[in-house]
């Protein structure tokens, strides 16, 4: 920190200090302590939604007409697109965990979104090679010639794998990056904060519209060159503007590896498993005052007792020896402790929210192939392209935040009490509700299709409803779940906290891909019986699988419920300054976070 900032630091006092400096351990771009009006909220974090914007945009209008363009352009069969996109989407959603890693421990999330947004257009600019470069370009289905499918099949998976990359490191610094600039500890940006989440995800469904309407379109009717130099050019003036913020932004240090702490807790309690815990919680060990590193303090909780031996201190006659340079090996802070407790409490959520993520994947798999052999004419001369459907969930997302935002949070607070309206998890759980009630609709929409038969082709629009209960869905579930990652987690480990949410749809793309295998496999067991997935849709059987996957989350949000229920969220001990004018005392509160 420079030191006329720390004098005129010292000159404020502690009486409003807090209105005019930001002391939540963020710095400026030139290192020094964040002044509240001009850097951070919502003049920060529009920045940032732009760049969300712009790669949301580029990612749908790959990844929903992904599944067309594997079987009409390479000739896949449906189950084997599916299983690559599913594939595809596994790692794209599961690369975050490397990244959100790397931003936590040592580039810091600008940087990591830096870096991972030029990968991100190095795929961009591969993929409009693929298909504009004349050694590399496909064959148009009206012309004869002689070039290998394979090598364009090996240029074009290249780039989505880099863009892949880029999502890895993008995704999870974003997301966090854009939340740093609300200081927790000001109860004007906590609340904002709050909102954040959801517009966030208003913008991230905005650019999921124009990518499944806009590009989608001329990938089918112009060509997926022409679209790729569109995505290309959009990311590339995103970063340029995301740059252009770079003045307003708070920033995070990186603080080395987040796992470290844990292991040392770990390491700690095993080594002194065999010393009996203290009756009073408060002999353990903790820092009283972490004003070099401003870390927030955690309250003690029963839970996993057995971790709490990590912080014993074995020798009570020599407590200030061991509180000036203690062995982080074989002595933890309670705060420490309960950090390790809580990302081992959040495990079963995680894989609670799995069948979740299968549902939404079908969405950008059988959903989509579903559309492309249905009647998508609006008039006569215009056909709406398959992926275009993909749009209507995006429709119920933003309608269900918008709602819930800025009607049933302000009533609900008023109801409950709560700051949130409802707590994190009820707001998850009410999005699997909606993902049980998704499926259903589906089943029952294919088997009417199926019964209509090929003659007699229903319209698109059929598939609307389970859309858009899906994104009702959405607007509930993943929303939810990116505030409990993010909040949940210990602050050194944020953009691994959006990460484990985003790792719940990679995981589940693979669980799909896996399940998709193991119901061919039993479905037509020796041959005596025909596939629910057959080389044909219309003789496939996706209305059964689809009432499985709507038994599968009802068994699931059962055991959800009973886990949320017993769930006991972090308890903070930190200053809470109000936001009005007149001067106010910081006061020392024990906050619950829901």
């Known amino acids: 920190m420079e030191k006329g900032c720390s004098n005129k630091i010292e000159r404020e006092g502690s009486q409003g200090e807090g209105e005019i400096w930001v002391n939540d351990s963020s710095v400026d771009h030139m290192g020094r302590v964040p002044l509240r009006a001009s850097t951070g909220a919502w003049k920060a974090a529009l920045f940032i939604i732009v760049i969300e914007f712009s790669e949301r945009l580029s990612y749908f209008g790959l990844a929903t007409n992904l599944i067309i363009y594997l079987t009409r352009v390479l000739h896949q069969e449906v189950k084997t697109a599916a299983k690559n996109v599913n594939y595809w989407q596994g790692v794209t959603t599961l690369m975050p965990l490397f990244g959100g890693f790397i931003a936590d421990a040592y580039l810091g999330r600008f940087s990591t979104v830096l870096c991972s947004s030029v990968i991100y257009i190095l795929g961009l600019v591969l993929l409009t090679l693929s298909q504009l470069a004349p050694s590399l ?82 990938q089918d009717k112009v060509s997926w060159g022409a679209a790729a130099i569109v995505l290309t050019a959009v990311m590339v003036f995103a970063l340029a503007v995301f740059l252009a913020g770079r003045p307003y932004y708070r920033y995070r240090e990186p603080e080395g590896s987040p796992l470290v702490p844990m292991l040392q807790v770990l390491a700690a309690a095993v080594t002194k498993r065999g010393l009996a815990l203290p009756e009073d919680a408060a002999e353990m060990y903790e820092i009283t005052k972490p004003e070099k590193s401003k870390k927030k303090l955690l309250m003690h909780t029963d839970k996993l007792g057995f971790l709490d031996k990590a912080a014993i201190m074995e020798h009570k006659e020599d407590t200030t020896a061991a509180a000036e340079k203690p062995n982080p090996w074989r002595l933890a802070t309670v705060t420490q402790v309960e950090e390790t407790k809580q990302v081992l409490a959040m495990i079963p959520i995680w894989l609670s929210s799995l069948p979740l993520g299968i549902c939404i994947a079908q969405g950008s798999t059988f959903f989509i192939k579903q559309a492309s052999i249905m009647d998508r004419k609006l008039v006569r001369s215009f056909e709406l392209p398959p992926a275009f459907v993909y749009s209507f969930s995006a429709i119920g997302m933003i309608l269900c935040v918008s709602f819930y935002d800025k009607i049933l949070v302000p009533f609900l607070r008023k109801t409950t009490g709560n700051e949130r309206g409802i707590n994190m998890l009820q707001r998850i759980g009410i999005g699997m509700l909606f993902s049980v009630v998704a499926m259903a609709t589906a089943a029952v929409v294919e088997q009417k299709r199926l019964d209509a038969g090929v003659a007699d082709a229903m319209s698109v629009f059929w598939l609307l409803p389970q859309f858009m209960i899906l994104g009702f869905g959405d ?75 709507a038994v599968i989350n009802a068994v699931n949000l059962c055991g959800y419920v009973y886990l949320a229920s017993r769930y006991s969220y972090k308890s903070v001990k930190r200053r809470v300054m109000g936001i009005s004018n007149s001067s106010e005392e910081d006061e020392d509160m024990e906050d619950n976070v829901s």
Not at 477 to 502: C, H, K, N, T, W
Request: glycine share 8%; proline share 2%.
């Open 137 to 218: 370009k496909p064959c148009d289905a009206a012309e004869t010639c002689h070039r290998s499918l394979h090598i364009h099949s090996t240029i074009f998976f290249t780039a989505m794998y880099l863009i892949s990359i880029g999502t890895g490191g993008h995704k999870p610094s974003l997301e966090s990056f854009g939340a740093d600039q609300f200081d927790d500890d000001h109860a004007g940006e906590r609340k904002a904060k709050m909102s954040y989440f959801n517009w966030w995800n208003c913008a991230l469904c905005s650019g999921l519209m124009l990518g499944v309407t806009l590009i989608v379109y001329m």
């Open 475 to 549: 607007g509930f579930a993943l929303v939810g779940l990116q505030e409990y990652f993010y909040d949940q987690v210990p602050d050194s480990m944020r953009s691994l906290g959006i990460a484990f949410y985003l790792s719940v749809l990679g995981a589940a793309s693979f669980l799909s891909s896996l399940l998709i295998i193991i119901v061919d496999h039993v479905t037509s067991w020796g041959g005596k019986s025909r596939s629910w997935f057959a080389k044909s849709l219309n003789e496939s059987r996706l209305d059964l699988f689809y009432w499985l996957l």
